[in-house]
């Protein structure tokens, strides 16, 4: 499971998160692998902007489900920051913990220039994320290279206590580094569609077998909405639509009801915002779903899905991980 923690009309964030741990649980019990979460910012219909410590409730709510960021978006914190939060969850729950990177900003670029204390968004074209990587590997290590500014800095309880670490990405960038290194990827398939192919093959072509991974491991993030009926999913996935259309067009706000979407006249640009973003959906009945999961998995060979749903209702939103695990899951 993705979750972003979504804030829906009428209900408030702290009910939001509590949601959340309630999922978590959930989906342990339902016998999912990961629960992880996304770091988003300046966005009122999305509560988890500080990963570590809804996974710390999450991970103390649970006992065997593995925890983890999808992701922490590295340019906005300091590597030393990261390892010792990371290391902090490794270290009270170890062998459970998923450290997932990104390099993109996760909100807009005057929030990046905030959460960075740069002073111009020229600053935010600054692209130093493979060493900020490897210093952030070496503070879990303890292993820097000879004369490095930070060698003798200890990130406590960073060092010893690597969690698993996992690349995140929406291009081929990402995919392109996570091999290189031999690391595990996770593309975001869920709304960077038109490059699944691309990322994917980048990531296979270039990877190198390491201590962490002998062979690639390809995870995708995929948007899925499932219900009872066809007619039913599609009436949920209304939210989530009129949701990002808001977010798009500079209008953001907490995720609409699915009366409300109903309602809403979308024009013919509109149609066409939300065209490209709702491409790689899945949403139906159990038995649509895991045709289209299927079709997916044949066509990139994808080791993992990783769900995310976008759902205004939390008691939806567990029906439908519910219906996943019962009749899709593999």
């Known amino acids: 499971m ?29 016998g999912y692998h990961r629960y992880w979460v996304a770091e988003h910012h300046n966005m009122p219909g999305i509560a988890s902007s500080s990963p570590a410590v809804l996974l710390a409730h999450a991970a103390s709510a649970t006992s065997t489900i593995r925890v983890g960021s999808g992701g ?30 990104g390099r993109a900003p996760g909100t807009d670029q005057l929030t990046a220039i905030a959460l960075r204390r740069i002073r111009n968004r020229q600053d935010l074209l600054a692209d130093d994320f493979p060493e900020q990587l490897a210093e952030l590997r070496a503070y879990f290590s303890g292993e820097f290279p000879e004369n490095h500014p930070f060698a003798r800095i200890t ?27 031999g690391l595990p990827f996770s593309f975001a398939h869920h709304f960077a569609s038109h490059g699944t192919d691309a990322a994917v093959a980048a990531y296979r072509e270039t990877f190198r077998p ?20 066809d007619k039913d999913a599609k009436w949920l996935a209304g939210s989530s639509m009129l949701g990002f259309l808001r977010h798009r067009t500079g209008r953001p706000g907490r995720l609409p009801t699915p009366e409300e979407a109903a309602d809403y006249t979308f024009t013919p640009r509109e149609r066409e915002i939300i065209k490209t973003w709702q491409a790689s959906h899945v949403v139906g009945s159990p038995d649509t779903v895991r045709a289209s999961l299927d079709a997916l998995i044949s066509r990139t060979g994808a080791d993992e899905l990783m769900v995310t749903s976008m759902i205004h209702s939390p008691e939806a939103r567990l029906r439908s991980y519910e219906l996943l695990a019962e009749k899709v899951r593999r």
Not at 10 to 27: D, F, M, N, P, W
Not at 72 to 101: C, Y
Not at 155 to 181: F, I, K, M
Not at 210 to 226: I, K, N, Q, R
């Open 2 to 30: 993705l979750d972003l923690a979504p804030v829906g009309e009428g209900s408030t964030v702290g009910s939001a998160l509590r949601a959340s741990i309630e999922l978590a649980k959930a989906a342990e019990r339902l």
């Open 72 to 101: 922490v978006m590295l340019p906005n914190h300091s590597a030393l920051i990261v390892a010792e939060q990371f290391g902090m969850l490794e270290a009270l729950h170890p062998g459970r913990v998923d450290l997932g990177l």
């Open 155 to 181: 990130a406590v309880p960073g060092r010893g206590n690597e969690p698993a670490l996992w690349l995140l990405g929406s291009s081929d960038y990402s995919a392109q580094v996570a091999g290189y290194l």
């Open 210 to 229: 390491s201590d962490t991974l002998a062979e690639p491991y390809l995870m995708l993030g995929v948007a899925v909405v499932c219900a009872e009926t």
